[in-house]
């Protein structure tokens, strides 16, 4: 069983930048694509970026040029570095990890950033 834990949400005034970490256990985490995900209050969970095993990203539009996902085998984590904040980033941020390989669908509880002045 995958465990998931984020961290690094918190209170950034617009124009400013946060990066999170989301740290995995086990040993599949370098072969499973990562993600994350956000959920904004009153709305439905929307992905935000992705990279796989093999370093390929993907990003929304909203958020191209402003956040960078990255991530450290060595350490099993992902990072979304956030930059130039605006109030419409604030949401609770899930880590997801996907491998079809191994049949795995795993989620963290979350970190809830807040973008407000």
């Known amino acids: 069983q995958v465990q998931l834990v984020e961290s690094g949400g918190g209170l950034v005034q617009p124009g400013g930048s946060l990066r999170l970490s989301c740290a995995a256990s086990?040993?599949?985490?370098?072969?499973?694509?990562m993600g994350w995900y956000r959920q904004a209050p009153g709305k439905q969970r929307e992905l935000v970026a992705t990279i796989t095993s093999d370093d390929s990203t993907n990003y929304v539009d909203f958020v191209k040029g402003r956040f960078t996902i990255s991530r450290d085998n060595a350490k099993n984590t992902v990072y979304l570095q956030m930059n130039r904040l605006i109030p419409e980033d604030t949401a609770v941020y899930y880590c997801?990890?996907?491998?079809?390989?191994?049949?795995?669908?795993?989620w963290g509880k979350g970190t809830l950033v807040t973008v407000s002045s």
């Open positions: 997801n990890l996907h491998s079809r390989l191994y049949v795995v669908d795993a």
């Open positions: 086990g040993t599949i985490f370098r072969r499973c694509t």
